[in-house]
């Protein structure tokens, strides 16, 4: 179905010079106009495609946000660092392909009454990759590692923040607990924040635990044979890997570094590699006559942080928000594989509270058109309004250059020039952990999701004071207020209550940008299958199911 977004008329929506702009764009990165992009927003969306029934011999991946700097399962990371880890470490939980949670290296467990206590009972028939046998010792040692204040473990606060101690009972047990119930910390076990390494490992390799020069040690369906700085790794079958289910298909996977959307298509195209997640949409057409294209259900989100600094003020974040073309980048930016965003709650992760995030998301006042007319009231408001504002982007993600340029002419319109700075991706981690790297910078263009598989995890990030992407300081005492509340509740109905009350509050004050939800688009060339397809695919053995189909 071809659809031609703007050739509709639509009150307050893009303008004509943005519609030529993003058309120009288009063609010249997909050799297409706008009138004639296909849309997929009517695809089949499934969390897997069709099981291997064979093996092979080697896999030839893209990994297309390019080489990370660490894969110690402490450290942050982007989709590149979370597919190796996924595939190379286990968590106490497995996140499935459909985002329900089951046993992994803990085969059960337990809170107690007053929820200050979680127990988990660890399996007793898997090893490490070199051989060793997986103790309550390793599993112990790994978790209490992110309480390390030396380690600076990206899940100290968001995920271990309300941890007291994590200790080992007898030969199965290990005992966590909480200064104050925490409803997403068992969830967040089936993430990076519950892998286990081998202890012994991770202490003689010290600080180059996760690089390339220390690897990694763990339980997976793989292990790091080698990593070539600057162009890849390679991982191979583990063989004293316990569960069946994951058994690899491939014994060796070459994953190849790539930071340029055009080399990841080219790639994909010419046979070079066998697949890639994150598939630009606008490739999609082009690769169906090579192989199989999936798209998958996914958190992920588009999204633009405010800065401290000139986006401090409220009516400034609320005059950008407005000038958001969100149907467009959903539609024609995103070929039609992405929705429109107005909170940063994906409605994947909305589980047993659906009913009432979907009644409070109907409440909410939504940008759903451009609205210059209010957006240059909010400006002319301002006390001191600025003339110009700089946004990072990544480097070569198309749909980030594409969105900026129909921004950055709106804001033209207001009296703004928008500078667009393209920052590579191995940069893209500081812009969140060092306010030095992001100095000069007003807003952030990127795509985020959250990691523990609930709609609490993210917005906590990001309106309680000391969250992570909280880059703006944003702080609201009656927000934390609620957004701890919830935390702390197991009664579904009421924890998603007390979120939306909190929801309600926050979404005006714009700590963040949300503008659209991508689904997951993946690819395999033809004879190859088993892939999981949708965005579990960061903190699951994605590639040890891909194999030989007939």
Request: with cysteine.
């Amino acid at each position: 179905m071809t659809r031609n977004l703007f050739a509709r008329t639509r009150t307050r929506a893009l303008s004509v010079a943005a519609a030529a702009v993003l058309a120009a764009s288009l063609t010249a990165c997909n050799g297409s106009s706008s009138s004639d992009a296909s849309s997929e927003r009517d695809a089949e969306v499934v969390n897997s495609a069709p099981a291997a029934d064979g093996s092979i011999d080697e896999l030839n991946w893209g990994v297309p946000f390019g080489e990370p700097p660490s894969v110690d399962p402490a450290a942050g990371g982007d989709s590149s660092a979370n597919l190796i880890k996924a595939n190379v470490c286990e968590p106490l939980l497995r996140l499935n392909d459909d985002y329900t949670i089951s046993p992994a290296l803990a085969e059960s467990w337990e809170y107690s009454d007053d929820n200050l206590t979680l127990t988990f009972t660890i399996r007793q028939d898997v090893k490490f990759s070199d051989g060793t046998p997986m103790t309550v010792e390793d599993v112990r040692y790994s978790l209490a590692r992110n309480l390390e204040p030396e380690l600076a473990s990206t899940w100290a606060s968001s995920v271990y923040g309300n941890v007291k101690s994590v200790t080992a009972e007898g030969d199965d047990k290990v005992v966590v607990n909480f200064t104050a119930p925490d409803s997403l910390f068992v969830k967040a076990m089936s993430i990076t924040a519950g892998l286990v390494s081998e202890k012994a490992y991770v202490e003689k390799a010290g600080t180059s635990y996760g690089t390339a020069s220390g690897g990694l040690m763990c339980t997976g369906p793989y292990a790091i044979a080698s990593w070539q700085s600057g162009s890849g790794m390679t991982l191979t079958a583990n063989p004293h890997y316990w569960d069946e289910k994951f058994t690899p298909h491939a014994k060796t996977v070459n994953l190849k570094f790539i930071t340029e959307a055009s080399s990841l298509v080219q790639g994909l195209e010419s046979g070079s590699l066998d697949g890639s997640y994150d598939v630009p949409p606008g490739s999609i057409a082009s690769l169906r006559k090579t192989g199989s294209v999936y798209q998958g259900p996914s958190p992920q989100m588009l999204q633009i942080y405010p800065s401290a600094g000139a986006m401090d003020d409220v009516k400034l974040r609320q005059a950008v928000n407005l000038l958001i073309d969100r149907t467009a980048v959903a539609e024609q930016i995103y070929h039609g594989t992405a929705e429109p965003m107005y909170t940063f709650t994906p409605k994947l992760l909305w589980g047993d509270g659906a009913d009432t995030l979907q009644a409070a998301l109907d409440k909410l006042d939504k940008p759903e058109k451009v609205d210059l007319d209010e957006a240059k009231k909010l400006i002319e408001s301002m006390d001191n309004p600025p003339t110009e504002l700089t946004m990072a982007i990544i480097a070569g993600h198309e749909q980030m250059r594409l969105t900026s340029a129909l921004l950055q002419e709106s804001l033209k319109k207001v009296g703004i020039a928008l500078t667009i700075k393209p920052i590579q991706p191995a940069e893209n981690v500081a812009y969140f952990t060092d306010p030095a790297a992001r100095k000069g910078v007003d807003l952030i263009m990127n795509t985020g999701w959250s990691a523990v598989p609930d709609y609490l995890f993210y917005a906590r990030r990001v309106v309680v004071p000391e969250g992570r992407f909280n880059l703006l300081g944003y702080e609201n005492p009656t927000v934390t207020d609620l957004v701890e509340k919830s935390a702390q509740t197991f009664d579904e109905p009421e924890r998603a209550e007390t979120f939306a009350e909190a929801e309600a509050t926050f979404t005006p004050e714009v700590p963040l940008m949300p503008v659209a939800n991508p689904r997951e688009v993946s690819f395999v060339r033809e004879g190859l299958g088993g892939l999981t397809t949708s965005f579990a695919y960061v903190y699951h053995p994605s590639l040890a199911t891909i194999g030989a189909t007939k």
